[in-house]
């Protein structure tokens, strides 16, 4: 605990002068001189008091000896194990520059423009649950230099001859990337991370404990060689931006390497990238649990910049009604203005279940990703079980298998894409033609839905990675998938009563709302977390 000097009352950093202030007195102590004798001492660590909660394993650092009330990462309010404990100590540190009340209110601002949020994420009282903590994150600096070598065409013509100029130009490369960031602590969601980034390096200061008084820090536990391939990717795609904008470049028709290529063997090319050893920084974030049931939903807002994103989940209730309340003005609107044949109407519904299909697929495709942590390297490397010899091995076979799934996502949204895309552009082609022609074309659309249907189901199918992607998929598309088959089949039997359309039109109808509600479901499944388990931590066993 940190003593004013004048009242042995409690310090803490205050974010709006940037300086210890006593809780009791209100001194104001500039933290780099306040002399303590932890402080004071040359060392590479400093105390901390821990606390680790007993349900998630989550672990949350503080200089003071205020208990944690609630755990920040799974929400669960509980008496908090504690211990104290010495921790590495950091090179820098960003202070807080935001105060909770910013956060309130940024965080206000986003809930009021979401309409459809819970009520709960308003209450002023969950609001006042802001947590300041100081997350670890590794810090890069890297160097680009050299003598970049590359060859340009130029092609023009002199009367009746095209002249075609090959030659080689050299441009000199001096620049430094520093103050690059990556997240050290595998508790902090990459995604999340990525969201709220960037850092401004310019706001790093040396660290010393003090600063932290009065907010909470987490434990880095994320080796910084996890993160150097991105980061060296990163520059390359900054250094051929840069590059493409270089005049005479431009003018002299420069061809620049591929994206890739340069990031394989930018050495090649006369350049050389040297690297200073990464260092540890702790930056500010606030942060915002909403946990029902078993799952979790963040708030998150960089305390430096105050750039803020939040899961925000959908009250089903409220979608409903405003659903109900939409669609009559809409009804009224199709009913009085447009007039569509039987034919019309039931191709507009497949149309629509197909596209509903899809867009359930897109979900349940990111959802797997979401709850296998495939986008959060640090969350992966120290997973249990990737520890010891085989670690590397395993990497590399995580490394491909998520390409392998990676690249089959690609290719399986490119070929649903342009498949919707050739049924869309079929609808006014079918206006524009003879009503002879009809029946054959609809014969058409009906094969290529079915395609559609088929390749849809089977990209599910191949994604749902995990039990939370995998729920309630039947259910959810039946309706769809039935009014897809139904429709074709009526297109290409083609009756001559239009009762067989109009019912068709209504089967696709109650399709798309049953497959719309599993978007929303599925919508708020990926707006929200699995309550967290981390394995490498007391605590966190319960749920493994």
């Not at 000097?5 to 709006?16: E, K, R």
């Not at 990717?233 to 002299?252: F, T, W």
């Not at 083609?494 to 709302?513: E, H, M």
Request: aromatic fraction near 12%; hydrophobic fraction near 40%; glycine fraction near 8%.
């Amino acid at each position: 605990m940190y003593n004013c000097p004048n009242c042995s009352g409690n310090l803490s950093f205050d974010i709006a002068t940037q300086k210890l202030m006593c809780d009791y007195c209100k001194t104001q102590i500039d933290p780099y001189e306040y002399e303590k004798a932890q402080d004071a001492e040359v060392s590479d660590v400093f105390g901390v008091t821990v606390f680790t909660c007993p349900q998630c394993g989550g672990e949350i650092m503080t200089t003071n000896v205020t208990a944690a009330g609630f755990c920040t990462y799974c929400g669960a309010s509980t008496i908090l194990d504690s211990r104290m404990r010495e921790e590495k100590r950091p090179a820098h540190i960003i202070p807080f520059s935001h105060t909770k009340e910013d956060c309130r209110k940024s965080y206000s601002s986003l809930v009021g423009r979401a309409l459809f949020a819970p009520r709960a994420l308003r209450d002023p009282e969950y609001l006042d649950r802001f947590r300041g903590i100081y997350i670890p994150y590794w810090v890069y600096d890297y160097k680009m230099e050299g003598d970049l070598h590359l060859k340009g065409t130029k092609s023009y013509r002199r009367g009746d001859y095209k002249i075609t100029e090959n030659y080689s130009m050299t441009g000199q490369v001096n620049a430094v990337y520093s103050g690059l960031t990556h997240d050290a602590s595998s508790s902090f969601d990459d995604t999340v991370a990525a969201s709220i980034a960037p850092y401004e390096a310019s706001k790093l200061k040396p660290f010393t404990p003090s600063i932290l008084c009065g907010f909470y820090a987490d434990a880095p536990d994320v080796e910084s060689d996890v993160y150097e391939k991105d980061v060296v990717s990163d520059i390359c795609d900054d250094s051929l931006d840069r590059l493409s904008g270089v005049p005479e470049y431009k003018a002299n028709g420069i061809e620049l390497p591929d994206a890739e290529q340069f990031k394989k063997g930018y050495s090649s090319y006369g350049i050389k990238l040297s690297e200073k050893k990464p260092v540890l920084a702790y930056l500010p974030v606030w942060f915002l649990t909403y946990r029902k049931d078993d799952r979790v939903a963040y708030a998150v807002m960089n305390g430096s910049t105050g750039k803020i994103t939040a899961d925000l989940p959908v009250d089903e209730k409220k979608y409903l009604l405003g659903s109900l309340f939409l669609s009559v003005p809409l009804f009224a609107l199709l009913a009085f203005f447009f007039t569509m044949t039987g034919r019309v109407v039931l191709l507009l519904s497949s149309l629509l279940a197909l596209i509903s299909l899809f867009l359930y697929a897109a979900e349940v495709s990111a959802i797997s990703d979401k709850e296998s942590h495939a986008n959060d390297k640090g969350f992966t490397s120290v997973k249990k079980g990737d520890t010891g010899k085989n670690a590397k091995k395993k990497k590399e076979k995580n490394g491909e298998s998520s390409g392998q799934s990676s690249g089959f996502k690609k290719f399986g949204t490119a070929v649903l894409l342009i498949l919707l895309f050739i049924l869309v552009g079929l609808r006014p082609f079918i206006a524009y033609i003879s009503t002879d022609s009809l029946p054959n074309l609809y014969s058409i659309y009906a094969i290529i839905s079915s395609l559609v249907l088929i390749g849809t189901i089977f990209y599910m199918s191949f994604v749902t990675e995990t039990d939370m992607a995998r729920r309630h998929i039947y259910l959810h598309t039946a309706g769809s998938i039935l009014a897809v088959v139904a429709a074709a089949g009526i297109l290409v039997w083609d009756p001559a009563s239009d009762l067989w359309f109009y019912g068709g039109s209504i089967l696709a109808a109650f399709g798309v709302c049953l497959t719309f509600l599993g978007i929303i479901k599925k919508y708020n499944v990926l707006s929200t977390r699995p309550l967290p388990t981390f394995y490498d931590r007391e605590g966190g066993n319960d749920r493994a």
